[in-house]
Every structure is written in C-alpha cells, then in structure tokens.
C-alpha cells in the first residue's frame, strides 16, 4: 500500500531524473535504479474502485463529477499504465483542492492492489483500489479584523458559510467602515457550475455610503451583481463576466460643491454588462522581481436590453512587467529589478436603447475615470490630475498613465527581504469630452449626435499628446505584505500641468494594485 500526499504521481521519476549527476562509482547503479522506476510506471493497470472517506456533508455528485470521469478512463481493458493511473488521480485530487472545502494538509490517497475473486478471468493489468481521506474545512466561519484596499483602510466583521448545501457552495456576509467608505454591506452567494472548482456563479447583493472629498460629494450605492468566472486556457489566466444594477445616489454635497458636481447630483439607474480579462504572470503581485501582468475591462452600460438611465461603452487596459537586474560577480537573485507599467482607458456615450445614432447624454462625474494618488499617479493628490471645477476633481473621459520604478534591497537586508529602496518616475494626462461642465438642464438640451461623440472622442485621445503630461517622481520604501503594499514615499512633482494638483513632500500609499 502507498501513500501519497497530495503530490503529483510522477513527481519521484520527476525528481530522479533531475537529481544532480551521481558520483561515478555510483553511476551504474543510480542508471539502473532509474530503468526500474521507469518499466515500474509503465505497469498496465486499471482503477476497480474509489472511496472517499471524511467528506461527510459533501454531496456524493460533486465527487463523481470528479472522479468518475478517472475510472472511466482506466477501466480494466484499457491501454493505461501505472503511471496514467497515479497522474490522473493527482490531477483529481488537486481539482477536489480547489473547492476550498477540504483542509489542505489533509488529504491523503492509499492504493492497494485488488483481489482478484475466481470467476474473473486473469488479465495482465493491475487492478487497483484507490482510498482517499479527507478532512472538512468548518462550515462555519466568523472573523473581524482590518483590509485594505487602494487608498483604504477599513474594519470589517465576516461570516462565512461553507458548503452549505453540500456541492461546495459559500455564502458570505461582510459589514464594514472604512477610511473613505463609511459604511458597507454586501452578501455574496458562490457557487461551483456543474461542479468544477475553475467555473463559478456568484450573486452579490450590496449597500455602501463613500466619501469622496476630492469631489466634494457622498455616494450611496444600493444594488447588485450577478457574476460568471472561469479560467482562461493559458496559465494564471482569468475571465469575468458580471452583470450588474445598481442605483447610485450622488447626495450630501459639500457648501463648497461646484457647479459641475451639483449638475451630477442626485439619482441615476446603471445597468450594465462587464467582461474582465486578467493575465498574471508574475513572481509576486505585491513586489514583482520578474514576470508580466495584463489586464482589460470592458464595461457596457444602459444600451439595448440593459435600460437604466446611463449608456455608455468603457474600457480600460493595464500592462506592467518587471525584469531582475544582474550584477557582474554576483550569482543568483540580486534584489534588483527594473519595472514599468502603462494604463489607458476611454469613456464612448452612448445613446440609451437600441439606436447607435441617436443623441447621447454626456457622462456623469459617477462614471468618469479619476487619476492621480498615491497608488496611482504618485506625487499628485487624489483625483489631483484632469479637468477641475474650482476645488473639485470632475474626472474625464480619455486617461494615459505611465510609471518606471527600480527596487534595490537595503543595505544589510537579504535579497528576498519583502522591505525594498524604491526609485520611481510616473506621469499622465486625463481629458473629458466637450459638454461636461454643463448644468443639467444644459446637458438634456445639448445631448450629443453620433457624429459629434466621435469628433468628440477622436479629438480627445488626440489631445492625450498634446504637450507633456503631469510628472512626477520620487524615491521611498516599499513593504510587500501579504495582505497589502505598503510605500512611504518622498515624491516631487517636475511638470503640472495647469489647474492641476501636485502634492510635493511625503506621501503613504496602501493597496492592492498600484501604477
């Protein structure tokens, strides 16, 4: 009988086979050694049966959609070997992993071979019992702590509830109060489709009150979301496709409010279609040495079947990489890598129903894009870059954004130290689209043709050229957490464009996902 735990089956030939190079008096044997392991995996054999063992309040379906596939096709008479056998049920067992239902450091598979009764006529296969052991993560789960996301920090209460009806289903319930965000619920249901671990369904319902001082503005979202992932065909490869309704209210304005903000106040209706593509090939998301991210969001709002009352098409692109750099003498990971980012999204209104050439609405402040921050566009203030009216950020429609950064390890720190020396320049420019600084009386009357949202936004991405943008740069630390990236950073803005603003000194970032 043996044991394997959760390792892939052809990991010990694996393994022998990038052993380093044995002494020479040894070399005969470890030749021989290997030639055994290998006619040992070649053995014919079939799977006679599986059991599954711990998985008391998982429904028997969603282990068949897991396994009976792997009897099926090492049934006795078929041409499977050993090792056909051992690396199907590693793939098996990886994929019931990922459910996240069973404790990692608990599975454990026992094979043994079949006895074989009188009446079976002999074969030259083996045939193998197959007993697996697992252990059931709790069903119930209730947390509180701190998260962080890009420019937020909040404190949040969970419960989780998993596998509640036995398929790997989780419904999780959150209630938290942030730094911006006031106040938060959502409860979100997820469940696997036709049971595979890597195809989800997920219905998110939420509530939230956020600040936004740089536009002087509360905003009170109340609707949701109803998603479908699965992974792409190449690795470290995603896809996201989420529906979402959601009713906005842009309410308890600032005395110092603008015209531009007063204009967008009040109630408006998205409904809108999102698709989500992310690439991730990079060593560490929080402090990449090497590798490369892309990343795209596509968002449909209010057009054809969608309704509400706003209508747009809005993409945004992201690419980053970074590449270590080598010091002559010195072998290994140096701590030194070079890395750059690029960003690029667009805004196209478009008019609401069925019609492409019909009068569109110009964009609300709710769905423009903001840029400039400390995870952002660092060395400006939140929101600082784009059109402003008086004091408040009103954000555009067209935006490019770029940055360079080296990491260096400090001076008596180990190479893999998660506290790096951070040398970095960023920059960007965001434009809006003719009729923006309208009231709303102003907007409905002057609602955009097709030709002129074209003319519009042609001229707009052409205006991205126009000059240099805002720049920026700096120098900081930056501490790679599990959880969060974390930069202090002293930072000198070197072109401000005018009516924009630059924030010169320190400046604390804590996110996720940074420029």
Request: glycine share 10%; net charge neutral.
């Amino acid at each position: 009988m043996a044991n394997f735990l959760g390792t892939e089956a052809p990991t010990a030939l694996d393994g022998a086979n990038t052993t380093s190079n044995p002494p020479a008096h040894h070399h005969k044997a470890y030749k021989a050694s290997t030639h055994m392991l290998d006619e040992h995996y070649l053995t014919p054999a079939s799977i006679a049966s599986i059991e599954v063992h711990g998985a008391t309040n998982t429904r028997r379906s969603l282990l068949n959609h897991i396994f009976n596939p792997l009897v099926e096709s090492s049934s006795p008479g078929s041409p499977s070997t050993l090792g056909d056998v051992l690396g199907r049920l590693s793939v098996a067992t990886r994929k019931l992993s990922r459910f996240d239902i069973f404790k990692e450091d608990a599975f454990n598979v026992f094979i043994s071979e079949a006895k074989r009764t009188e009446s079976v006529l002999p074969t030259n296969q083996t045939e193998l019992n197959i007993s697996i052991s697992v252990k059931e993560k709790s069903r119930l789960v209730v947390s509180a702590g701190t998260d962080f996301g890009n420019v937020e920090g909040s404190a949040y209460t969970n419960a989780l509830f998993r596998n509640i009806f036995g398929g790997a289903e989780t419904l999780s319930v959150n209630a938290s109060t942030g730094t911006r965000t006031r106040s938060a619920y959502n409860a979100t249901f997820t469940t696997p489709v036709n049971g595979n671990p890597d195809l989800r369904v997920a219905l998110d319902l939420l509530r939230s009150t956020t600040q936004k001082p740089w536009a002087s503005h509360e905003e009170h979202l109340t609707g949701g979301n109803l998603r479908f992932s699965w992974l792409g065909n190449a690795k470290n490869e995603t896809h996201t496709l989420t529906y979402s309704s959601i009713w906005r209210q842009l309410t308890d304005l600032y005395p110092t409010a603008s015209p531009t903000v007063r204009a967008d106040a009040g109630d408006s209706l998205k409904s809108s279609l999102t698709h989500t593509f992310t690439r991730d090939r990079r060593d560490n998301p929080m402090l990449p040495q090497s590798g490369y991210l892309l990343r795209s969001v596509s968002e449909l709002a209010g057009w054809g079947p969608l309704n509400g009352d706003v209508s747009f098409a809005k993409t945004e692109l992201e690419t980053s990489g970074a590449v270590p750099v080598p010091i002559p003498g010195v072998k290994g990971n140096t701590g030194i890598s070079l890395g750059a980012g690029l960003r690029f999204g667009l805004l196209y209104p478009l008019p609401l129903g069925y019609a492409l050439t019909g009068p569109a609405t110009p964009s609300r402040i709710n769905d423009r894009f903001q840029l400039g921050g400390p995870t952002d566009v660092r060395g400006f203030k939140l929101g600082g870059l784009g059109p402003h009216d008086n004091y408040d950020s009103v954000g555009g429609d067209v935006f490019a954004a770029g940055s360079v950064n080296m990491l260096l390890p400090l001076p008596r720190t180990d190479t893999d130290s998660p506290l790096r020396l951070h040398l970095f320049a960023n920059g960007g420019r965001l434009v809006a689209l003719q009729n923006q600084n309208k009231s709303s009386e102003e907007k409905a009357f002057l609602k955009m043709g097709s030709n002129q949202v074209f003319h519009s936004v042609k001229s707009a991405v052409g205006e991205l050229g126009n000059g240099l943008p805002s720049i920026a740069a700096g120098v900081g630390l930056v501490y790679a957490h599990p959880v969060a990236r974390f930069e202090l950073n002293f930072s000198l803005p070197v072109v401000l464009r005018k009516g924009e603003e630059g924030r010169k000194g320190l400046q604390v970032g804590v996110g996720i996902k940074f420029l």
